[in-house]
Structure formats: structure tokens, C-alpha cells
């Protein structure tokens, strides 16, 4: 049976775990001159509806330090549901490459990409999850705590980072506090997921309103844009909506060791500052540059159907 990725909540604590030691391993590979060649000759199509840098770089260069080729296709070659539909694009695919990466509008159409695909795919951003970020984001935790031991605080908009952080949380069985405004809360649906998940795991997961609240004594504060991809037409009402948000320094005057993580791409002074985005404890470019190992170790995984490469 193939395993995809497009939740973290479809894979257990362990195995979560298991990737995460297979990036770090990576990292400290490629530091020391080591491309193990666990995808020779294997093929990869990234598929993006909407732009990107950090996931687009990550996976090409990643694929191609382990022996392997990535395809990138845009829409506007390939027009899922206008030139062809969802099932039949998924199924070619599958008689080509070795796994299919993709980045879409809807969650619904890479959950029925994976449905129809008989190779693995893997979730690159949906307007709903954002799984392999939230994988990044757990090893850059990891190089400075043990993440069990850690208080995070997440601040701004109820979106798909925040989406997977919740859930990472929640299976991992983490500390983590969510501040966003009552109209932008985290979705339902993964709240009632992430309940259900902490009442096994342990994890401690928490809503407030009261950014202030939520970042007092944390150790790691996150925070990621108000206006998402697609969104763009309601940018002046996100900025009155989450003014008092922004992560700046009064706010972390409450959490004054805090390390800063934000996935990228921000948008600086309006949900953070330069002076923090850019300050001594800020994280970001471990968050950029772990996307690069987090994501090999979920490629071997999930073509390979191991996490130390071997088949
Ligand atoms: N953080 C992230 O996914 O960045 P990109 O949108 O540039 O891929
Ligand atoms: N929430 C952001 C994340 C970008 C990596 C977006 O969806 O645009």
C-alpha cells in the first residue's frame, strides 16, 4: 500500500519521529559532502498552482542531490479539470514518476489527485495544510530543545501552517498555544481532529484570543502572513482585523527568550517586524533551509517505503 503526505495526522508519533531523525541525519550528510544516491534514477513531479520559492527550490535541489530528476509542471501546461480531469492526469502520471508533489488551491483536489495516483503524493501547500513546513519547523525546534519540553506560541491567522502545526502538536503530543482573532480561528475540523489525537497523545492544546496570553513565557513564538495565497483581495481588512498581532517587540516583552519562527514568505511590518524577523533569536532561516532535509527524508519515505533510504 502507498503512504501519501498530506497530513501529519495520517502518520503516527512514531513514524513522524522516524522522519525526523532521517532529516537530521541528511543534514549532517550534506555538511560533511554526503549525497546519498537513494532516489538514482527516480522521477519526481512538482505540480504548482501557486507560487513558491522555499518549496519549489527544496524539493528540486533535494531530489537531485539524491540521484533523482524532478519535473515541474504549471498549470496552465498541464489544466487539471479543463484540459484534462484530476483522474486521468493522476493516472498518467503514475505510469511515468515515482511520486507526484503537489501545490493547490483546493485540499479536495490533492486528496482526489491521491486517491486516483498509484504512486505517492505528497502535499506542498493547500489552502487548508501546509505538512512538510510543519515537518521544517519540528527539526528546527528539535536543534534547540527537546520539542516535548517546549512551549510554542502561534500568533496571527487560523491558516494551513497554523493548521499543521496544530496537528503536529497534537500527535507528537507537544505544548502549544494558538492566538487568533474568534472570526479567524483554526478550522473546526482540525480542532476537533487535534482533540481527539491530545487525549492520546497528551499534547496540551490551547485557544485564546489574547495574543498576549499566548506568547507569555513561550519558547518558541510563530507566526505567518494574514493574507494568504488567494487572498489577496481582502488584504486591507486582514490588516485592521489582526493589527494587534503583530508579533513586535512589546509583545515578545512577555517572552523575551522566545526563538522566532515564521515559515515564509513574510510580510514584514505588518504581522512581524524587521527588528524581530531579522533579531539574534530569530529562526527563520534554519525553518528555510530544514525544508531541504525534512522533505528528502519524506521523499525516501514515502518512494523507498523506509526512512533510512534502504529499500
Ligand atoms: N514556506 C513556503 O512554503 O515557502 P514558499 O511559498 O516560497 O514555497
Ligand atoms: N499561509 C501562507 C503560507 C505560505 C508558505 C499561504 O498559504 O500563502
Known amino acids: 500500500m502507498k503512504r501519501d503526505f498530506i497530513s501529519v495526522a495520517d502518520w503516527s508519533a512514531d513514524e513522524l519521529l522516524e522522519l525526523l531523525a532521517r532529516a537530521r541525519e541528511l543534514k549532517r550528510l550534506l555538511k560533511a559532502g554526503e549525497r546519498p544516491q537513494t532516489l538514482l534514477g527516480r522521477t519526481v513531479a512538482l505540480y504548482f498552482e501557486k507560487p513558491s520559492l522555499r518549496t519549489h527550490v ?18 496552465e501546461q498541464v489544466g487539471i479539470g479543463t484540459r484534462e480531469s484530476p483522474r486521468d492526469v493522476a493516472r498518467n502520471l503514475s505510469c511515468w514518476v515515482d511520486a507526484l508533489m503537489t501545490r493547490t488551491y483546493s485540499h479536495e483536489l490533492i486528496q482526489q489527485l ?48 497554523a493548521n499543521s502545526l496544530i496537528l503536529l502538536s497534537a500527535t507528537l503530543g507537544l505544548a502549544l498555544r494558538v492566538a487568533t482573532p474568534v472570526s479567524h480561528r483554526p478550522s473546526n475540523r482540525v480542532w476537533q ?44 481588512l486582514r490588516r485592521e482585523i489582526f493589527a494587534r498581532y503583530q508579533v513586535n517587540a512589546g509583545l515578545l516583552a512577555g517572552a523575551p527568550d522566545a526563538w522566532i519562527l515564521h515559515c ?26 530544514n525544508r531541504l532535509h525534512a522533505q528528502k527524508a519524506i521523499l525516501e519515505r514515502v518512494i523507498l517505503g523506509s526512512s533510512s533510504g534502504a529499500e
Open 264 to 289: 515564509l514568505p513574510a510580510h514584514r511590518g505588518e504581522e512581524i517586524t524587521d527588528e524581530i524577523l531579522d533579531g539574534p533569536r530569530s529562526l527563520i532561516l534554519d525553518q528555510a533551509e
Open 114 to 161: 491521491a486517491r486516483e495516483a498509484i504512486v505517492p503524493v505528497i502535499n506542498g501547500l493547500s489552502d487548508f495544510l501546509h505538512p512538510c513546513q510543519a515537518m521544517a519547523d519540528l527539526q528546527t525546534i528539535a536543534e534547540k530543545v527537546e520539542p516535548k519540553s517546549a512551549v510554542i506560541a502561534y500568533v496571527g491567522d487560523g491558516n494551513n501552517v
Open 193 to 236: 481532529q487535534a482533540e481527539a489525537i491530545a487525549s492520546r497523545s497528551g499534547a496540551q492544546i490551547a485557544w485564546t484570543e489574547d495574543p498576549v496570553e499566548a506568547v507569555r513565557g513561550a519558547d518558541f513564538v510563530y507566526t505567518d502572513t494574514w493574507t494568504s495565497m488567494g487572498q489577496e483581495s481582502e488584504a486591507e
Open 58 to 75: 527544496t524539493f528540486e535541489a533535494g531530489v537531485a542531490q539524491m540521484g533523482g530528476h524532478a519535473i515541474l509542471l504549471r498549470p
